[in-house]
């Protein structure tokens, strides 16, 4: 599957200000090296992607700043064959006065966005004060800290953007009076134009484009509502990677933090890894239909299934046989299926693969296969991470790669 990475506020019909320097990228978390890098996590859902040429050309240029790292992954991805660029705003011209309407039609009343846009904000206002203070230009401080709709809607009045006019806008749209004055309403409107309209142009770029978006968790709901105005059946089918995306990050984030890939080269690896991000997205999608989370419990029973499925052939055994002792030192929380999962997986090591089960597990085999691999606490595995070479038993350094491991974890 194919992901379009999204670049907020570009070829929107109704962005004038200036965009904030951390609006285009695509979704981010904060790299080990400092600055920002493509959410690795996120990633591991699709098996390539498409990046704006604008936000590309945008990481370029500030690639020396906060962006060191994503230019780096970025490029790899580019090089790797991962990432394809497209110039979305051929995309969106064609289609300039549709989006204005359907935007104006969504904003008839401004009721139904009113607990998603106070909620959003509420969500990423301190994520957008912690990047004025850590990556921000200083010139920019303040309109990387403000809200884009509020900052767009002085400058459509052409105010003065001052730290009390952006707050008293911002405290209106905070505000849970049920009430409002007309003109309240059409300030609010204003507001939420360039955030609908986004939302407008990411559905039209996935139609036209043939491809789901990956966006930030925050707009989820921005997107929910869209769907839910769609006049037909067949408008409304869409196929969101932003739900699997968001139990990913959870999964590598939360519940096996340890797993989660710590360089591009990692990533690239598990996207290329035969069948690993389409069975990644299918458990995760499966997961959400049937109302669940992923969760530490949530791990553990997906290691016992695959114990049950006989997910491994015999020269696969050991690597599950380490993975579940991984399970039981990284996730103590979890309840005690962890046991029944070590158990499972010991027990397996001399099965017969099912070729159809072992394809709903091909993403936890790729998980083993990333090398540099942080081993669990102390406990040594069997098999090299690197080559996936037998290790001696009288020694901890693969004869056939070099590779080595210590009690602190991998060399």
Same mark, same amino acid.
């Given at each position: 599957?194919?992901?379009?990475?999204?670049?907020?506020?570009?070829?929107?019909?109704?962005?004038?200000?200036?965009?904030?320097?951390?609006?285009?990228?695509?979704?981010?978390?904060?790299?080990?090296?400092?600055?920002?890098?493509?959410?690795?996590?996120?990633?591991?859902?699709?098996?390539?992607?498409?990046?704006?040429?604008?936000?590309?050309?945008?990481?370029?240029?500030?690639?020396?700043?906060?962006?060191?790292?994503?230019?780096?992954?970025?490029?790899?991805?580019?090089?790797?064959?991962?990432?394809?660029?497209?110039?979305?705003?051929?995309?969106?011209?064609?289609?300039?006065?549709?989006?204005?309407?359907?935007?104006?039609?969504?904003?008839?009343?401004?009721?139904?966005?009113?607990?998603?846009?106070?909620?959003?904000?509420?969500?990423?206002?301190?994520?957008?004060?912690?990047?004025?203070?850590?990556?921000?230009?200083?010139?920019?401080?303040?309109?990387?800290?403000?809200?884009?709709?509020?900052?767009?809607?002085?400058?459509?009045?052409?105010?003065?953007?001052?730290?009390?006019?952006?707050?008293?806008?911002?405290?209106?749209?905070?505000?849970?009076?049920?009430?409002?004055?007309?003109?309240?309403?059409?300030?609010?409107?204003?507001?939420?134009?360039?955030?609908?309209?986004?939302?407008?142009?990411?559905?039209?770029?996935?139609?036209?484009?043939?491809?789901?978006?990956?966006?930030?968790?925050?707009?989820?709901?921005?997107?929910?509502? /869209?769907?839910? =105005?769609?006049?037909? #059946?067949? $408008?409304?089918? %869409? +196929?969101?990677?932003?739900?699997?995306?968001?139990?990913? !990050?959870?999964?590598?984030?939360?519940?096996?933090?340890?797993?989660?890939?710590?360089?591009?080269?990692?990533?690239?690896?598990?996207?290329?890894?035969?069948?690993?991000?389409?069975?990644?997205?299918?458990?995760?999608?499966?997961?959400?239909?049937?109302?669940?989370?992923?969760?530490?419990?949530?791990?553990?029973?997906?290691?016992?299934?695959?114990?049950?499925?006989?997910?491994?052939?015999?020269?696969?055994?050991?690597?599950?046989?380490?993975?579940?002792?991984?399970?039981?030192?990284?996730?103590?929380?979890?309840?005690? /299926?962890?046991? =029944?999962?070590?158990? #499972?997986? $010991?027990?397996? %090591? +001399?099965?017969?693969?099912?070729?159809?089960?072992?394809? !709903?597990?091909?993403?936890?085999?790729?998980?083993?296969?990333?090398?540099?691999?942080?081993?669990?606490?102390?406990?040594?595995?069997?098999?090299?991470?690197?080559?996936?070479?037998?290790?001696?038993?009288?020694?901890?350094?693969?004869?056939?790669?070099?590779?080595?491991?210590?009690?602190?974890?991998?060399?």
């Amino acid at each position: 599957m194919k992901v379009l990475l999204t670049a907020f506020g570009l070829h929107n019909p109704y962005a004038r200000s200036e965009l904030q320097e951390h609006a285009i990228i695509p979704i981010a978390f904060d790299a080990p090296t400092g600055g920002l890098d493509l959410d690795y996590s996120a990633l591991l859902v699709a098996e390539s992607f498409i990046l704006d040429e604008q936000a590309f050309e945008y990481i370029r240029q500030n690639r020396r700043t906060f962006l060191t790292a994503m230019w780096t992954s970025v490029t790899a991805l580019i090089d790797a064959g991962l990432v394809e660029l497209a110039d979305y705003g051929d995309v969106c011209a064609p289609h300039a006065k549709q989006i204005v309407d359907k935007t104006e039609h969504l904003l008839r009343s401004v009721e139904a966005w009113r607990p998603i846009a106070r909620e959003q904000w509420l969500t990423v206002r301190p994520e957008f004060e912690e990047f004025a203070s850590r990556y921000g230009s200083a010139p920019r401080q303040m309109a990387n800290a403000a809200h884009y709709g509020v900052l767009n809607h002085l400058q459509n009045l052409e105010a003065d953007v001052t730290v009390t006019e952006v707050t008293r806008v911002e405290r209106l749209l905070l505000t849970r009076r049920t009430r409002l004055s007309r003109g309240e309403q059409d300030v609010l409107r204003d507001v939420f134009r360039p955030l609908v309209a986004q939302a407008v142009i990411y559905d039209l770029l996935r139609t036209r484009l043939g491809a789901p978006f990956l966006d930030w968790d925050d707009a989820e709901a921005f997107h929910e509502q /869209l769907r839910a =105005a769609r006049w037909t #059946a067949e $408008e409304a089918v %869409a +196929e969101d990677a932003t739900g699997v995306a968001r139990e990913a !990050r959870r999964l590598f984030s939360v519940v096996i933090p340890e797993f989660r890939p710590g360089r591009i080269e990692d990533v690239i690896k598990f996207l290329k890894s035969k069948g690993a991000v389409a069975s990644l997205r299918a458990e995760l999608a499966e997961t959400l239909e049937r109302g669940e989370r992923v969760s530490a419990d949530w791990m553990v029973r997906t290691q016992v299934e695959a114990a049950r499925a006989q997910l491994v052939a015999s020269e696969r055994g050991r690597v599950i046989k380490w993975f579940g002792r991984c399970i039981s030192a990284w996730i103590p929380g979890a309840s005690l /299926l962890t046991e =029944a999962a070590i158990e #499972a997986s $010991e027990d397996i %090591a +001399e099965t017969v693969m099912r070729p159809r089960e072992a394809q !709903r597990f091909e993403w936890l085999y790729a998980l083993q296969r990333l090398a540099p691999r942080t081993s669990a606490r102390g406990v040594r595995p069997d098999q090299c991470a690197s080559c996936d070479a037998e290790l001696s038993s009288d020694s901890d350094a693969c004869a056939a790669c070099g590779w080595t491991w210590n009690a602190g974890g991998e060399v």
